[in-house]
């Protein structure tokens, strides 16, 4: 069975999430330097199946694009054309970052835990993947 990866993107940061092999579960993979983010996807489709990708897609409360898409959108065509066996498509990531924050807070994570971003933003990708994959379903 083949993964779907999502892609919380972040201009300093990426939070990355992944499906299991049967594309049931989506859990948090890492958070990468944005800088990195290529390479780093390179390797893990060299390693894993990925047949879906799901790239953020930020949105103000009007549901007008934000800013940041102006670097998504440029990002979401190099995975197109780097991967044309592999579906990529944009999805509303309106308050994930803020359901992430509350996630951890709920979790029983420490304190000191809690201030590290980069956990903010893998969990942020893997609640876009949650929200992408229970879509699908309907």
């Known amino acids: 069975m083949s993964r779907t990866i999502a892609i919380d993107y972040g201009t300093k940061r990426t939070g990355i999430a992944v499906t299991d092999p049967l594309g049931i579960i989506a859990s948090p993979l890492e958070t990468v330097d944005t800088k990195q983010l290529e390479r780093f996807l390179a390797d893990y489709f060299s390693r894993e199946e990925v047949d879906t990708i799901v790239v953020g897609h930020p949105r103000q409360m009007s549901g007008a694009p934000s800013e940041t898409m102006r670097f998504i959108a440029p990002l979401m065509g190099r995975l197109r054309?780097?991967?044309?066996?592999?579906?990529?498509?944009?999805?509303?990531?309106?308050?994930?970052?803020?359901?992430?924050?509350?996630?951890?807070l709920q979790s029983g994570i420490g304190k000191m835990a809690r201030r590290d971003k980069s956990l903010v933003d893998k969990v942020s990708a893997a609640i876009i993947l949650q929200d992408y994959m229970a879509s699908e379903v309907k």
């Not at 054309?81 to 951890?104: C, G, M, N, W």
């Open 81 to 104: 054309h780097a991967y044309p066996d592999k579906r990529v498509v944009a999805y509303d990531e309106r308050f994930t970052s803020v359901l992430a924050q509350r996630t951890i």
